[in-house]
């Protein structure tokens, strides 16, 4: 839920209100998969949604696996959360290492080999308080080791890091690859009701969105851009009369409740 929305947003609003819908992982098993996009709409990156649906369902009689390898097996679950989980759900004695973590390992250890930080966040890790040790190093880097300008006077790894003299050269920022998208989406209004469709393609597949449409210069109302994960989208809406015999029909008060992208939400916002 953090990877694009605030942690206050999502302590305050999503959080809350997803556990209270389900509270177990057998509720979100037995759920179906539009409410829980519709509970994870405004959130972004769907995937996650759907992937902790499909792993809610493998585990829905024998609960969560309790080991590295196993936690792999599900859905959207690589080393990562698999350690997260081991870690700080059940105390086991595995390393973590997640953006804040890594960016500690590579200057303390002078990496310049990205594949060689697991290796070394097992030496590194206190084996008597893994759990501890794990925290701390997120705090470290959260708060000490920071992406520009780290804290090397304050930090207690300062005596023996070997990155300290030039800390940025062992984390320069990879640019991120944008992808430029032009969508031309078709607003059909009938008795108050719009007509959206499910996605099939990758961009918020699953999702209600404006269907496409052909771009007539006469029909055209207005144009926005949008964000969404390495997408830097230019939408522009045009009115039609013509839908889809699948087409889903929603009034304005059921778009809170329904699984709509983002991107759509801004879409009828504009529209008013
Ligand atoms: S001494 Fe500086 S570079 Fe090394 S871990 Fe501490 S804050 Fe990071």
Redo the contacts with the bound molecule.
């Keep these: 839920m953090l990877q694009q929305t605030q942690v206050s947003r999502v302590q305050e609003h999503f959080y809350p209100l997803f556990l209270k819908k389900y509270p177990t992982l057998k509720a979100l098993a037995g759920a179906k998969i539009d409410d829980v996009l519709a509970s994870w709409s405004g959130l972004g990156y769907y995937s996650r949604a759907r992937n902790l649906h499909k792993s809610a369902i493998l585990c829905k009689e024998d609960g969560l696996p309790k080991s590295m390898k196993e936690l792999q097996t599900l859905f959207g679950v690589g080393r990562y959360t698999a350690s997260a989980i081991c870690s700080f759900g059940y105390h086991q004695k595995v390393p973590v290492v997640d953006t804040n973590i890594s960016?500690?390992l590579k200057?303390?250890f002078a990496l310049l080999d990205e594949k060689l930080i697991w290796q070394m966040a097992e030496k590194f890790l206190n084996p008597n308080e893994p759990t501890k040790h794990n925290l701390a190093l997120m705090d470290?880097g959260s708060l000490?080791?920071t992406p520009t300008n780290?804290?090397?006077k304050?930090?207690?790894?300062?005596f023996t890091?070997k990155?300290?003299n030039e800390?940025e050269l062992y984390t320069k920022k990879k640019k991120t690859q944008y992808e430029n998208l032009e969508l031309f989406l078709g607003v059909c209004i009938q008795n108050n009701k719009i007509a959206l469709s499910k996605s099939q393609t990758k961009l918020y597949k699953g999702l209600l969105v404006l269907p496409e449409t052909e771009p007539l210069e006469e029909n055209f109302i207005a144009s926005f851009k949008h964000s969404y994960t390495k997408y830097r989208i230019t939408v522009n809406l045009y009115k039609t009369k013509t839908y889809d015999e699948n087409s889903i029909w929603l009034e304005a008060e059921e778009m809170d409740e329904a699984p709509i992208s983002s991107m759509t939400k801004k879409a009828l916002k504009l529209l008013g």
């Design positions: 960016r500690v200057r303390y470290l000490i080791c780290p804290q090397c304050e930090c207690p790894l300062s890091c990155g300290k800390p």
